[in-house]
C-alpha cells in the first residue's frame, strides 16, 4: 500500500520559515520524481516544486530564491523548505509522486500552511 505523509505545515507569521517534509512507503522512491503542489483557498491546485529522480529541480517562478526542495532517498523522504514566508503561500501543500515513465502517480493528504500575522 502506498503512502505519502506530510508534515510541517502550521501558522507561521509573515517573513518566518517553515519546513515541509513528506514521507513516502510503498513504492521504490529512487524512480519517482517527487514534488509539492499547493492549493490555496478558492483556487486550483499548482506545481510549487518538484524533484526529479536524478536530483534536478525545478520550481514555480513565485517560489524561486526562497523555496527549495531536496530529497533523501535513504530515508524514502522529499522536504520543503520555505523562507521568508508572505501571505500568498498560505494553502494546502500535497506531495505527489510519479513514476520517472509517467504510467502512475500518488497523492498525499496535505498539510496546511498559514501564512499570518
Known amino acids: 500500500q502506498v503512502q505519502l505523509v506530510e508534515s510541517g505545515g502550521g501558522l507561521v507569521q509573515p517573513g518566518g520559515s517553515l519546513r515541509l517534509s513528506c514521507a513516502a512507503s510503498?513504492?521504490?522512491?529512487?524512480?519517482?520524481?517527487m514534488g509539492w503542489y499547493r492549493q490555496a483557498p478558492g483556487k486550483q491546485r499548482e506545481m510549487v516544486a518538484t524533484?526529479?529522480?536524478?536530483?534536478?529541480?525545478n520550481y514555480v517562478a513565485s517560489a524561486k530564491g526562497r523555496f527549495t526542495i531536496s530529497r533523501d532517498n535513504a530515508k524514502n523522504t522529499v522536504y520543503l523548505q520555505i523562507n521568508s514566508l508572505k501571505p500568498e503561500a498560505t494553502g494546502v501543500y500535497y506531495c505527489?509522486?510519479?513514476?520517472?515513465?509517467?504510467?502512475?502517480?500518488?497523492w498525499g493528504q496535505g498539510t496546511q500552511v498559514t501564512v499570518s500575522s
Open positions: 524533484v526529479s529522480s536524478g536530483d534536478s529541480s
Open positions: 510503498g513504492i521504490n522512491f529512487r524512480i519517482y520524481t
Open positions: 505527489n509522486a510519479r513514476h520517472i515513465l509517467g504510467v502512475r502517480s500518488y
